[in-house]
């Protein structure tokens, strides 16, 4: 838990921002943004201190304890909240500090530096409901601020008439921590833009799992089954590989049912199915063909698919499922068969699952590889 707290500190987020991870949520960055709009404005208390500029000095305390503010929002998890407070105090910032030092000093390249602020915020905290040409229209009504306190600017005198030095040295100061500004929320855009890939392709990895997987058993679904059958049958024609079909059924299953209910046979299905993934080997396929038959798709000839099919009847015969209190058990019966030039999948299918119900026909609990005068299967 000591590890988890730490991964959340600013600092933490701050490697891994600056090493390119996407690992960085958006909380996270307005909390860095937070800290580091606090020490600017710490600065500038000293800078216009030193400069003799009292009022912006005491604006500025006031608001560092403003952005004191912020950053708790913040991390109550109002993100989006934080923004709009970041957002009103620029724009206020460049209308005071205009009337107080003038226009040429630069507070305004920090509105400038909002318009990517305002594209982040639309991306990754809007609402659903938001349009995309939101952050346009931001744009404009700060520009319309931008442009009617430029024109304030040149119809009224500062409170504070600075030297030109002074005026060199803020306007330095401000353009620098501006394209500051901008370069970071453009760098936060391409990280969210690459968290947003990122999350896109896992849920659609998730989705593609769960298409071709059996809800119950988590084995391959029918569809998926098939799909893997066309691909062996296709390796099997090319480079003469071999591969076998082993089609299995819970013996007197509908009584599971009947004695002890639905859900007590879904956990024996479930139960059949972990020992079916158990007791193949890797390369082999498992799948839940329907209802409680399972298809397995093994890599070799008759003599291995008996093998595995085997040791699954005898790992079943032998296991207990517990429900309700009962202990129950049951048995599976399995059929062969295997490729051979000439053989379809239909055919294939087919003869396993003749193969499986001449075991049923003949005792249950069994595996058959080859029922007495089996018929060839036709393509």
């Not at 349009?131 to 504070?160: D, E």
């Not at 921590?177 to 896109?200: E, T």
């Not at 000839?301 to 790992?315: D, F, K, L």
Request: charged share 20%; with cysteine; proline share 2%.
């Amino acid at each position: 838990m000591a590890g988890e707290s730490e991964n959340k500190k600013p600092t933490s987020a701050f490697v891994r921002i600056i090493t390119g991870q996407d690992s960085v949520s958006h909380q996270e960055i307005l909390e860095i943004l937070s800290i580091a709009v606090i020490v600017v404005h710490v600065m500038m208390v000293f800078l216009f201190h030193i400069m003799g500029v009292w009022q912006l000095s005491l604006y500025n305390i006031i608001v560092t304890a403003y952005y004191s503010y912020c950053y708790t929002t913040v991390r109550e998890g109002k993100v989006r909240q934080g923004y709009l407070l970041t957002f009103l105090e620029i724009i206020a910032q460049m209308i005071f500090t205009t009337l107080i030092v003038g226009w040429s000093v630069g507070f305004y390249a920090y509105v400038i530096a909002l318009i990517p602020l305002y594209y982040y915020i639309n991306m990754f905290l809007g609402k659903s409901s938001d349009h995309p040409f939101t952050p346009f229209i931001w744009a404009m009504i700060t520009f319309g601020v931008f442009l009617g306190t430029f024109i304030l600017s040149r119809n009224v005198n500062p409170v504070k008439e600075l030297e030109t030095t002074q005026k060199v040295i803020i306007f330095i100061f401000n353009t620098f921590f501006a394209f500051q500004l901008i370069a970071w929320m453009s760098h936060f855009l391409v990280l969210g833009y690459k968290r947003s890939l990122h999350d896109m392709a896992e849920r659609n990895a998730s989705l593609d799992v769960a298409a071709g997987q059996d809800p119950l058993t988590k084995l391959y679904n029918r569809r998926t089954m098939e799909e893997r059958l066309d691909q062996a049958l296709d390796a099997a024609k090319t480079n003469g590989t071999i591969f076998s079909l082993v089609m299995g059924d819970i013996d007197f299953f509908k009584r599971i049912n009947d004695s002890y209910g639905h859900d007590c046979g879904d956990v024996a299905l479930v139960a059949a199915a972990d020992i079916l993934k158990a007791c193949v080997r890797d390369g082999d396929i498992v799948c839940r063909w329907g209802g409680e038959e399972f298809l397995l798709l093994v890599s070799g000839n008759r003599g291995v698919a008996t093998t595995v099919a085997e040791r699954i009847r005898s790992r079943i015969e032998n296991n207990v499922v517990e429900f309700g209190g009962n202990k129950i058990k049951y048995t599976m019966t399995l059929g062969i068969s295997t490729y051979a030039p000439g053989y379809s999948l239909e055919a294939l299918i087919n003869q396993a699952d003749e193969n499986l119900y001449y075991g049923k026909e003949h005792g249950r609990n069994q595996v058959v590889a080859l029922k007495p005068q089996a018929k060839t299967p036709i393509s």
